[in-house]
């Protein structure tokens, strides 16, 4: 049975930085995963995507300020993010797959519940 549990959102003030976790278990990264967020009355949206072969894809809102990675040993995700700007927020979410689809929603066979993610 694959989980995956988020943490790291916050309120944080615009300029500062978060890095969000998201740990794996029922299988073993690497894997195909991504972040992906909500924002209030819209469609969940692609942030980040990172494939099994380590190639990434970033939404052009993000690229330059986020930094998706992830720790094999831990079996984790990671999605440092800087310079965070009141837009960002939103809860995010990870995702992950057995194929890769980068940015988008469709495909991912598994989700995490979520952190939320608050700039002001």
């Known amino acids: 049975h694959v989980q995956l549990v988020e943490s790291g959102g916050g309120s944080v003030q615009a300029g500062e930085s978060l890095r969000l976790s998201c740990v794996a278990s029922?299988?073993?990264?690497?894997?195909?995963m991504g972040w992906f967020r909500r924002l209030p009355g819209q469609e969940r949206e692609g942030v980040a995507a990172?494939?099994?072969?380590?190639?990434?894809d970033y939404a052009d809102s993000v690229n330059g300020r986020f930094t998706i990675s992830e720790d094999s040993a831990k079996n984790a995700l990671y999605l440092q993010m800087n310079s965070l700007k009141p837009e960002d927020s939103a809860m995010y979410h990870c995702?992950?797959?057995?194929?890769?689809?980068?940015?988008?929603?469709?495909?991912?066979?598994?989700w995490g519940q979520g952190t939320q993610v608050t700039v002001s």
């Open positions: 995702a992950a797959s057995s194929e890769y689809y980068g940015l988008s929603t469709l495909g991912y066979n598994y």
């Open positions: 029922g299988y073993t990264l690497p894997m195909n």
């Open positions: 990172i494939a099994g072969d380590g190639r990434t």
